[in-house]
């Protein structure tokens, strides 16, 4: 396919902008594996859409051309073309006689002529609809006539149910309060893989063959909707099929879920309603059990409904708010509503999580086969997939999760089914073996038990199984029945009716097990409050965490992780002071083999971020790890748009009293060290106007240096020339300083005066290091105190570093794991130079504080933009004298 000579563009694009979209064009037609760099400011986001959408326009064209060929040969009788007329007697090069190869190929192409006609009339009939409902505002009007009639007649009907329901007394359970069944788990009937039944298989629209598409996927719902909005304005704004996917947390629109908080809450919550939905007809003859059908089923989860709401999603390009919006308006499930418009959708926008979680994607209906996966801010891509399949519960989590489904068992014995019992006894079971790995007993307060051995300790999947004397279980059954029968709902349902009062509870006996549920419940919450700080209310704050969340959810995620390959994850053992503050952690080494199966399915997958350097580690740990072919894997970088005059990268060796700049764990703590670091600081803030972003490794070692500064004065010299602001440990906190600081150098510009703006000190792998933009006056220089190096006296960080040694070759000289120290390293520092210059206009100097930056093997490691830019400055004086005459000149300039 012929590269278009131009791309549409709602602008004169930058010449970068045109060599990455004719790179992304390529990699996606030849079916590559791009790694793509473009610096933030370049129009990253509109250079992938439209590059890719070209691709895509020309592909469906190419695609359409070749099926009209083919229908035509068929219609014109031309469907055999055969190289050779077939000859009586002879046979082809495997033996067959000539007329039985010609008679297989003629229906081979029969066949598939078929197909292609079947496939153009679905087509057809869905591009109708969609223009139907694009043009025909009266069929609006008429659907939502519509639904507010059957919303009336459903009212009635249930007005008229309770009217009949109402004296005919109930008929509970036997010995159990009224609705309490709802908390009993449902018979559960095998182990076998069954199909998941959607209820909507009444529709034979929507089994419709998925459409190649592109899947484009971000890190935050703020990043996905701000590439909805690119979209919105470029070309292809009217005529692409575009469906946003998300969370039910954010897509829900029933009230009465989304009052859950919690995301695992409201995902069972959902799940749960749906289940009972499919299962209200066979329970219909059955109607003399009074449910209160209106929590029990969601209104919203209506099939007509949400195929009205998919045909709209396609018509016009909506984002998260504008789709939960439409949801309200027409009663329909934005949630479901918006997966089932994936199979025709050319373009669908969707978090990490659910791309990067297989369980996840089958669930959401992804079928990734022949597909185009883009993975925009993929710098932290490997993290991420480590992230998403690691699992981490605590002694407290274990004991209260073994408390509160023994008390349920105790509870409902007499209604449960033997299977349901026999797996119960089995999470039990699990439960009790995982807390005496941790050195406690699982019947007493995990706030109490002391821990003999402290420290942490690494096991491979099958040793901790094996000394935990869990081996003979089988985990992939206990995960599946956790997922199918919904236990970890029903128990928190028990515990919210029982953990506050126990007076509802009929027998004696009973009021006694559920009071000490109450209790015991109370002292676990109260025993895993590692903080510890007396100042805040501990029973009240850990009461509200327990209302929102079930520690059997967060265990179920932990026997989740324990099915992965032996070889693949470690279990760290973390044996704490008691065995509530103890915790089990499944830690993911290889994230290659959940990446694996994307690149596999993909026709191409292109992972693009404003800052990819270095690049080693996604093509040796991630994409040579998951098995793709080093030819299929193609790389881009792109320079920046800012002329080169409009950046000032220095490293710089030595300080103003020519202290040489090495913070190693032994030197940074030096009081030399901390003086040095002030006297630079001082000093750049006489000739640096607006704000200046002072980046440290670690927030302890932030703190030391501002409390020695303080001591000494250099905090007050500082603050005579910038206001100082700290970068808060608690999100909640950043945006508050981030307002104080830009109203703060804004003031000083307008007023001029002795303070020329502010000072903010801000830690490496912060809330302020990554999706924070200092541009402008908010950033016109950066500076990096040292090197942040990763604490490489982590049990984890040595486990990866031992299994990296072991399982990949040295490259260049250097040892993997020292490779994988220095690329963390680089990675974060990348990141947060990378705040500044975010325009074409902006400006900024960068300053590296270390001698080691000037190593050819770090200092490769930089991004090429700003490489290429770099001075080395051994002395400060040198340094102090092109930052003046940098900053002089563009105030001049302005």
């Known amino acids: 396919m012929e590269m278009p000579g131009r791309f549409p563009f709602p602008y004169t694009p930058y010449r970068i902008q045109e060599q990455f979209m004719e790179a992304l064009y390529g990699a996606l037609e030849a079916g590559r594996v791009g790694?793509?760099?473009?610096?933030?400011?370049?129009?990253?986001?509109?250079?992938?859409?439209?590059?890719?959408?070209?691709?895509?326009?020309?592909w469906e064209e190419k695609r359409r051309q070749e099926e009209e060929r083919l229908l035509a040969l068929g219609a014109g009788g031309q469907d055999a073309p055969s190289p050779q007329q077939a000859r009586p007697g002879s046979a082809d090069a495997a033996g067959q006689p000539d007329w039985v190869t010609a008679f297989v190929q003629k229906k081979e192409e029969r066949d598939m002529v078929n197909r292609l006609k079947e496939e153009q009339i679905r087509r057809k009939k869905r591009e109708d609809r969609l223009e139907k409902i694009q043009h025909n505002v009266q069929l609006k009007y008429a659907a939502k006539r519509k639904r507010c009639e059957e919303d009336e007649a459903r009212r009635l009907l249930q007005l008229s149910k309770e009217a009949l329901s109402?004296?005919?007394?109930?008929?509970?359970?036997?010995?159990?309060?009224?609705?309490?069944?709802?908390?009993?788990?449902?018979?559960?009937?095998?182990?076998?893989?069954?199909?998941?039944?959607?209820?909507?298989?009444?529709?034979?629209?929507?089994?419709?063959?998925?459409?190649?598409?592109?899947?484009?996927?971000?890190?935050?719902?703020?990043?996905?909707?701000?590439?909805?909005?690119?979209?919105?304005?470029?070309?292809?704004?009217?005529?692409?099929?575009?469906?946003?996917?998300?969370?039910?947390?954010?897509?829900?629109?029933?009230?009465?879920?989304?009052?859950l908080g919690a995301l695992q809450l409201i995902n069972d919550r959902c799940m749960e309603m749906q289940k009972n939905k499919h299962e209200k007809k066979s329970s219909e003859e059955n109607e003399g059990k009074k449910r209160r059908v209106s929590r029990a089923m969601c209104p919203f989860y209506s099939f007509e409904q949400m195929q009205f709401l998919r045909d709209e999603v396609l018509v016009e390009v909506k984002d998260i708010e504008q789709l939960v919006s439409l949801g309200r308006e027409t009663k329909a499930c934005p949630y479901y509503g918006s997966r089932f418009a994936i199979p025709a959708a050319q373009l669908v926008v969707l978090p990490y999580q659910m791309l990067l979680h297989e369980p996840t994607r089958n669930a959401a209906g992804?079928?990734?086969?022949?597909?185009?996966?883009?993975?925009?801010?993929?710098h932290n891509l490997i993290d991420t997939i480590t992230c998403i399949h690691s699992a981490e519960v605590s002694g407290s989590q274990l004991c209260c999760a073994h408390s509160q489904l023994s008390q349920y068992m105790e509870r409902y014995r007499k209604h449960l089914k033997a299977k349901n019992l026999m797996y119960i006894k089995q999470i039990l079971y699990l439960l009790e073996q995982f807390v005496a790995m941790l050195g406690g007993n699982v019947n007493q307060n995990p706030g109490c038990q002391a821990v003999s051995e402290t420290g942490t300790v690494l096991k491979s999947i099958n040793d901790f199984l094996f000394q935990s004397q869990t081996d003979n279980i089988n985990l992939f059954k206990v995960q599946r029945y956790c997922e199918k029968s919904l236990i970890s709902r029903k128990l928190l349902g028990f515990v919210e009716r029982y953990g506050g009062s126990a007076s509802a509870v009929k027998t004696s006996k009973e009021k006694q097990k559920l009071a000490g549920l109450q209790d015991f419940l109370l002292t676990l919450q109260r025993g895993s409050d590692k903080e510890g700080t007396p100042q805040s209310p501990p029973v009240e704050a850990e009461h509200n965490q327990l209302q929102t969340s079930?520690?059997?959810?967060?265990?179920?995620?932990?026997?989740?992780?324990?099915?992965?390959?032996?070889q693949d994850g470690r279990v760290i053992l973390n044996r704490q002071g008691t065995v509530g503050h103890s915790s089990l952690k499944f830690l993911l080494l290889n994230p290659a083999v959940h990446f694996a199966k994307v690149v596999e399915e993909c026709r191409a997958v292109i992972i693009a971020g404003g800052t990819m350097q270095p690049v080693a580690d996604f093509r040796e740990q991630l994409l040579c790890r998951a098995g793709v072919d080093p030819a299929r894997i193609v790389e881009f970088s792109c320079g920046h748009v800012i002329p080169p005059e409009n950046i000032l990268p220095i490293i710089l060796c030595s300080g103003p009293s020519n202290q040489q700049l090495e913070f190693t764990y032994q030197t940074r703590d030096l009081?030399?060290?901390?003086?040095?670091?002030?006297?630079?600081?001082?000093?750049?803030?006489?000739?640096?106007?607006?704000?200046?972003?002072?980046?440290?490794?670690?927030?302890?070692?932030?703190?030391?240096?501002?409390?020695?500064?303080?001591?000494?004065?250099?905090?007050?010299?500082?603050?005579?020339?910038?206001?100082?602001?700290?970068?808060?440990?608690?999100?909640?906190?950043?945006?508050?300083?981030?307002?104080?600081?830009?109203?703060?150098?804004?003031?000083?510009?307008?007023?001029?005066?002795?303070?020329?703006?502010?000072?903010?000190?801000?830690?490496?792998?912060?809330?302020?290091?990554?999706?924070?933009?200092?541009?402008?006056?908010?950033?016109?220089?950066?500076?990096?105190?040292?090197?942040?190096?990763?604490?490489?006296r982590s049990p984890e960080l040595q486990e990866k570093m031992t299994w990296l040694d072991k399982t990949m070759p040295r490259a260049a000289g250097q040892a993997p794991s020292r490779v994988l120290i220095e690329n963390l390293c680089m990675k974060a520092v990348n990141q947060s130079i990378g705040r500044a210059i975010r325009h074409q206009k902006d400006f900024a100097s960068i300053l590296l504080l270390d001698h080691r930056y000037t190593r050819p093997a770090i200092f490769n490691k930089l991004p090429q933009w700003i490489r290429e830019r770099t001075q080395v400055k051994p002395a400060f004086g040198s340094a102090f004298a092109e930052l003046r005459k940098f900053h002089r000149g563009k105030l001049d300039a302005l």
């Open 166 to 259: 109402q004296g005919a007394g109930e008929s509970a359970l036997d010995q159990l309060d009224h609705n309490e069944e709802e908390l009993i788990l449902a018979e559960y009937e095998s182990d076998d893989e069954k199909k998941m039944v959607s209820g909507l298989e009444e529709d034979d629209d929507l089994e419709e063959e998925h459409v190649t598409k592109i899947y484009y996927c971000s890190r935050t719902h703020s990043q996905l909707s701000q590439f909805v909005h690119e979209v919105q304005k470029s070309p292809f704004g009217k005529n692409i099929r575009l469906v946003s996917l998300g969370s039910r947390q954010n897509l829900c629109v029933n009230e009465e879920v989304r009052r």
């Open 671 to 792: 009081p030399q060290m901390m003086d040095e670091t002030g006297r630079i600081l001082s000093n750049l803030c006489n000739v640096i106007p607006g704000g200046v972003v002072c980046f440290f490794p670690s927030y302890e070692y932030e703190k030391q240096v501002y409390g020695h500064w303080e001591k000494t004065g250099l905090l007050s010299r500082l603050a005579s020339k910038k206001k100082i602001f700290q970068e808060p440990k608690k999100a909640n906190q950043v945006e508050q300083v981030l307002v104080e600081y830009a109203k703060c150098i804004k003031c000083c510009s307008q007023t001029g005066g002795q303070m020329t703006g502010a000072l903010l000190l801000s830690v490496v792998g912060g809330k302020m290091s990554e999706g924070i933009n200092f541009s402008d006056d908010l950033g016109r220089c950066v500076i990096m105190v040292g090197m942040p190096y990763p604490n490489i």
């Open 550 to 566: 079930s520690p059997l959810m967060q265990i179920e995620g932990f026997l989740s992780a324990l099915t992965n390959a032996n």
């Open 35 to 58: 790694i793509f760099e473009s610096p933030t400011g370049t129009g990253k986001s509109l250079s992938l859409i439209c590059g890719a959408l070209s691709w895509l326009r020309d």
């Open 366 to 378: 992804i079928k990734l086969k022949d597909q185009v996966v883009i993975i925009d801010e993929a």
